[in-house]
């Protein structure tokens, strides 16, 4: 994508045209790979509002890619946003994992500790490996 494209489209998490942006980047194959969404950052840990985001992600971004996170650099951490009680805490976390690793596209589960991925920034030295995740341990790809 040359810049004059990209200047017309902006930045992916530019509001009310986040989703258009990363169908305009990731579509054909001859853009980039993946774009991450700002979608699940907010407060909001529900089923509907889930599904809203996926579906609004599906109809939108028909032949692009993305990358989905509860949690970045710029929010408090998902487990301190979802979880009303301490004692939720676990429950919150298997369940965002869960959720997560569920959905179509690319997964970023981050520690809770500054903006480092999940496995101490490991990740770009494990580009061919995934990262194991805990909870996933015993799951074969089909």
Same mark, same amino acid.
Do not use: K
């Given at each position: 994508m040359n810049m004059a494209a +990209?200047?017309?489209?902006?930045?992916?998490?530019?509001?009310?045209?986040?989703?258009?942006?990363? /169908? /305009?980047y990731t579509s054909g194959g001859d853009k980039l790979h993946m774009c991450y969404t700002f979608d699940l950052l907010g407060p909001e840990f529900? +089923? !509907?509002?889930?599904? !809203?985001?996926?579906?609004?992600?599906?109809?939108?971004?028909?032949?692009?890619?993305v990358c989905w996170a509860f949690s970045n650099h710029d929010?408090?951490?998902?487990?301190?946003?979802?979880a009303l009680r301490e004692a939720d805490r676990e429950r919150v976390a298997k369940l965002a994992?869960?959720?997560?690793a569920?959905? !179509?596209?690319?997964?970023?589960?981050l520690s809770?500790?500054?903006a480092r991925p999940a496995g101490g920034g490991a990740c770009l030295r494990r580009i061919a490996r995934p990262i194991r995740h805990p909870?996933? +341990?015993g799951l074969r790809r089909t």
């Open positions: +990209a200047r017309q489209w902006g930045e992916v998490g530019d509001g009310s045209r986040s989703l258009q942006t990363v /169908a /305009a529900t +089923a !509907r509002h889930f599904r !809203r985001c996926v579906e609004n992600f599906q109809s939108t971004v028909t032949d692009g890619w929010v408090m951490r998902h487990v301190s946003r979802f994992i869960s959720l997560l569920s959905l !179509r596209g690319h997964h970023l589960p809770g500790r500054g909870l996933l +341990a």
